[in-house]
C-alpha cells in the first residue's frame, strides 16, 4: 500500500513509536513521519507509507498550527510542564488581554530563537538534551523561524495565570520557547503548559485517524481506504501535465523539455490525468531542461 496517513498522535507515545506502531498494522518497513511531536505532546502526525516516502523531504518543511497554553509566573528548566521548576514570581496583578495582543504582536513575522537546552538539536555533535543532562554548559545557536500567525485565545479580559494563543509557524518552531518569550516581555518567568498540534503540512486535525480507527480497518480489511494519495501532500507544488507519449518518458526517469509556461516552484510535480507520475525540477546546468528527482513506477490510478 502507498499514501498518505494523516495521524492523531496520542499522549503518551514518541512519533517513532508511532512509526513502528503503523509498520506493524500495515506489515511494511516504508514507513517514515513528516515532523516530531514531543510525547507529552498529542496531535496531528502526517505518516508516510510505501512510495509514499519518497515526498518527506517535500512534506517536513511546510507550516505546522498549534493551540498553546502559556503559563505564567513559573519557568521549568525543560520550558514545559514536565520540567523541573527554577523561578517562581507571584503575579500580583491581573495582566489585560490589550497588553497580550501587543506582546503577541510584536512575536509575529521572522523572529529569532533560542533552542531550549531540553531539545534535539545537535551542537558539536552532541544533542542539546545530552548537555542539559550531563550539567554541562554549551552556548546555543540562534536560529531565526516564522510566526505568520499569533492569535491570544484568552476567553477573559484580565488574565491571572494561564491563556491559550494559537499558532501558525515555519518548521522548526519552539512553542515551549515563544511561550517562555512572551512571558518575559510580559515580566514573568513563564512555561508552556499545554500544546496539541491542529495542523501539520495543511494536513488538519479533520483529516486524522486514531489507531482505534485503524485496527478497526484492518479488521474489515479496507486499511487502504485510510491512505490518502501522494497528490494531496504535494498541492503546495506547481505541476505539469503530459501526454500518454510523454508519461513514458518519466515513468523512465528521461529529461523533458522546460514548458514554456512558469513554473511557480521549483521541484514541481509530473501528472498524467491527475495521476501523480514523479517530482522533477528544472536542470542546474541547462533551464531550458527538466530533470526528475523522484519517480513512482509502482502506484495505482488515483
Known amino acids: 500500500m502507498d499514501g498518505i496517513l494523516p495521524l492523531w498522535k496520542p ?13 506493524n498494522i500495515f506489515h511494511t518497513k516504508k514507513v517514515g513521519h513528516t515532523g516530531t511531536l514531543d510525547p507529552n505532546v498529542e496531535g496531528v502526525l502526517v505518516i508516510c507509507i510505501g512510495e509514499a516516502t519518497k ?21 521549568t528548566e525543560t520550558e514545559d510542564a514536565e520540567g523541573k521548576v527554577i523561578d517562581r514570581e507571584p503575579i500580583t496583578k491581573p495582566i489585560t488581554k490589550q497588553e497580550i495582543d501587543h ?14 537546552m531540553y531539545s534535539a538539536v545537535r551542537v558539536k555533535g552532541k544533542r542539546l538534551y ?9 552556548e546555543r545557536p540562534k536560529r531565526k523561524v516564522n510566526i505568520y500567525e499569533l492569535i491570544n485565545l484568552a476567553e477573559t479580559k484580565e488574565i491571572l495565570k494561564k491563556f491559550k494563543i494559537k499558532v501558525t509557524c515555519s518548521a522548526g518552531t519552539y512553542i515551549r520557547t515563544l511561550c517562555v518569550d512572551i512571558g518575559k516581555k510580559l515580566g514573568y518567568p513563564a512555561h508552556m503548559s499545554h500544546l496539541v498540534r491542529i495542523e501539520a503540512n495543511s494536513f488538519t486535525a479533520k483529516e486524522t485517524v486514531t489507531f482505534e480507527e485503524m485496527y478497526e480497518a484492518k479488521q474489515a480489511n479496507r486499511l487502504s481506504k485510510l491512505l490518502l494519495p501522494l497528490i494531496r501532500g504535494l498541492k503546495h507544488m506547481d505541476f505539469i501535465q503530459v501526454d500518454d507519449q ?16 512558469p513554473l511557480n516552484t521549483n521541484p ?10 514523479a517530482i522533477y525540477k528544472i536542470h542546474p546546468d541547462n533551464d531550458q531542461v527538466i530533470k526528475p528527482v523522484r519517480v513512482f513506477k509502482h502506484l495505482k490510478e488515483m
Not at 517535500?58 to 513559573?74: R, S, V
Not at 510523454?246 to 509556461?261: A, D, F, T, W, Y
Not at 514541481?268 to 507520475?277: D, E, T, V, Y
Open 55 to 75: 515526498i518527506v523531504q517535500y512534506l517536513t518543511p511546510l507550516n505546522k498550527t498549534y493551540i498553546a497554553e502559556c503559563y505564567l509566573g513559573i519557568s
Open 246 to 261: 510523454q508519461k513514458m518518458k518519466v515513468l523512465h526517469g528521461q529529461k523533458l523539455p522546460r514548458p514554456e509556461r
Open 130 to 138: 545530552e548537555y542539559a543532562r550531563a550539567n554541562e554548559y554549551v
Open 11 to 23: 499522549k503518551g507515545m514518541t512519533s517513532h513509536d508511532c512509526v513502528i506502531k503503523v509498520r
Open 103 to 116: 506582546v503577541l504582536k510584536s512575536f509575529t513575522g521572522e523572529i529569532i530563537q533560542v533552542p531550549p
Open 268 to 277: 514541481f510535480s509530473i501528472l498524467s490525468n491527475q495521476q501523480l507520475l
